[in-house]
């Protein structure tokens, strides 16, 4: 083939490559690399059609070679690095980027990048650094800030990312995803109604951006006056949003009785609530029937990842993967059951893979408290109070599978300390305390605080969760407090401890714990009853403000479950109105909780175990109707010769 030839075939390639046709572009450039091995373009171009497509293992042997053909060429090594940060080889991919970089020192495109592989390996200081970078090479650079405001909203620092944001839409107003980021960082900063309004302004821009629209429900759950009705309706329209677009044929076998590959996808299979309540049923499920596939999908891992990686026949990571890459990945395991445990949370949301149907049976457990509003998804597994028989089914498009008392198994930390005594002797007065996240205090559970504290004379309040360092959230409650004549005297503060045994240390200074509502504690719960101190609930009518009811019947305390927000007050007042009841009731907590459901963990995993053979059961069986259904193909006869 002649220089001109291969020099017309590019041509034709780049053509069509700009115009979006990426088979007619790959024809060319695998033409040009015939007749031309080691031609850079072919090699370089034809990666990276492969990249674009999903195709991994073949763009990093096509860039790698390419790279190796020129190796002062910074884009082609940048894309290199990203197909390599894309299968995970990130300490390889960090190198190729900083190399970009250092060949041309004020390549934009390259240090942002460098700061994404970075954030991916929780290196953010450098990250950072990268970021600054470019703020100063490019200072009207839209999508620079953003990714710098994306990257300060994971070391908490919400004020300066929502800054980040600003800027960029003043480098370009039609820059809309600026617009989701200011949005996640007053999510971040639990503004919520501020967040719910500036999601609503991105999706009118941006309607089919799923993201988006998962991250508004769940900030909707942290709102006070929105109804059980409007909640479902606006989960069912992200499932028509989303719809069921079809997926290749699954190939697992429909046998009732066989071991089943059972996989859990989710970001928070780390030191996360998620992995607490998950790692006793993952350690007591029986191998002989369930094989289990983990799959990760948050940049970080630590040792408790390192623990559930140990309980798993496969372990996968897909944090950074694109949803085609890992919907291929997935297909290739070729799971019987996937188990969601997200729903519309996390930091990158796989919901849309779920509506391709990834696997025959897929179900929803654990990470989130509402339906998902997926008709692909099957089931949704939970317990008769937080979802009861009858009522709740009008508002989940799955199945609900109450498949246990309690739908939590609760895993206490091993090195958590030994209740304490009361602190009311001590102090000379009662402590109320809340350690849930402060998105889920809202003003109608300040304003019963406050009717709790005045009702208890010289009582105070402990509030402590992340994001309480901030001075405007502060602020923000001690103003509310105040409306109700409770002054700032009487609320404590406290910032995050190193670990979690520190964490537990400090309900040593409480007598009762408050939970929150609409939207309930239940990390911070168990961690307060297993601490010793009571826990006061009011249960309302939908699965969030429900859980605390599910865990306190689960451990024989019912009567700490108020039916409406009089009660509730009444209930916490009374349990400390009687300081040596209170006193017995902290010394036989733990005990009570070891005898429960919540910490029966053999049991709840045979409970969990038997639920989703059922579930795998109804898909055989409904497998097997299909087929019995379908038309015989009459063929025509073979005749002899």
Known sequence: MTPQQIQALLQQGVAHHRAGRLEEALVCYRRVRSGAPKN????????????????????????????????????????????????????????????????KPDFVEGWENLATCLKIQDKLDDAITCHEKVAVLQPDYASGWYNFGLTLSFIGRYADALACHDRSLAADPN????????????????????????????????????????????????????????????????????????????????????????????????????????????????????????????????????RLR????????????????????????????????????????????????????????????????????????????????????????????????????????????????????????????????????????????????????????????????????????????????????????MVRTADTASHLACYHGVDVALDTTPYNGTTTTCEALWMGVPVVTVMGDRHMSRVGASLLTAIGHPEWVAASTDDYVACAIGLVSHPERLSRLRAGLRPEMQCSPLLDHVGQAARFGLAIRECWQEWCRKNRAEQATTPAVECEPVLSA
């Open 310 to 493: 140990s309980l798993a026949a496969v372990w996968r990571n897909f944090v950074g993967q694109p949803h085609s890459a890992v919907e291929a990945t997935i297909r290739g395991d070729a799971p019987d059951i996937l188990i969601d445990l997200a729903g519309h949370t996390g930091v990158t949301n796989r919901l849309p893979l779920f509506a391709r149907r990834l696997a025959p049976v897929q179900i929803t457990y654990l990470g989130y408290p509402n339906t998902t509003g997926l008709p692909a998804m099957d089931y949704r597994l939970t317990d008769a109070i937080a979802d009861p028989f009858g009522e709740a089914d009008h508002f989940a498009t799955e199945k609900l599978i109450r498949f246990s008392p309690v739908a939590w198994s609760y895993a206490p930390l091993p090195e958590a300390p030994e209740v304490a005594p009361s602190p009311f002797a001590a102090r000379g007065h009662v402590t109320f305390g809340c350690f849930n996240t402060p998105a889920k205090i809202t003003d109608s559970t300040l304003a019963l605080w406050a009717k709790i504290l005045v009702g208890v004379p010289g009582s105070t309040l402990r509030l402590k969760g992340a994001g309480l360092d901030k001075p405007a959230l502060r602020t923000h409650y001690l103003s509310q407090l105040s409306r109700f004549g409770v002054g700032s005297d009487r609320v404590e503060f």
């Open 40 to 103: 850079f373009d072919g090699l370089h171009l034809g990666g990276l059609v492969a990249f674009q497509q999903g195709r991994l293992p073949e763009a990093i042997d096509l860039l790698g070679r390419a790279h190796r053909t020129s190796p002062r060429d910074p884009i082609c090594q940048m894309r290199y690095a990203l197909a390599l940060m894309a299968t995970q080889r990130t300490a390889e991919a960090e190198k190729h980027f900083r190399q970009a970089v250092k060949v």
């Open 175 to 306: 820059y809309t995803l600026a617009r989701f980021g200011r949005a996640q960082a007053l999510h971040q900063s639990h503004r919520m109604a501020e967040a719910v309004e500036a999601y609503d302004e991105f999706l009118a821009l941006e309607p089919s951006n799923h993201e988006a629209r998962s991250y508004r429900l769940f900030a909707l759950h942290s709102l006070d006056g929105v109804s059980r009705e409007q909640l479902f309706a606006d989960h069912v329209a992200y499932g028509r949003v989303v719809g069921s677009p079809p997926g290749p044929a699954l190939p697992n076998l429909a046998d009732s009785n066989r071991r089943l590959r059972v996989a859990f996808l989710s970001p928070d299979l780390r030191n996360h609530s998620v992995a607490f309540f998950i790692e006793p049923l993952l350690a007591k499920l029986d191998p002989a029937a369930f094989e289990i596939y983990l799959y990760h999908d948050h940049f970080r891992e630590d040792a408790f990842s390192t």
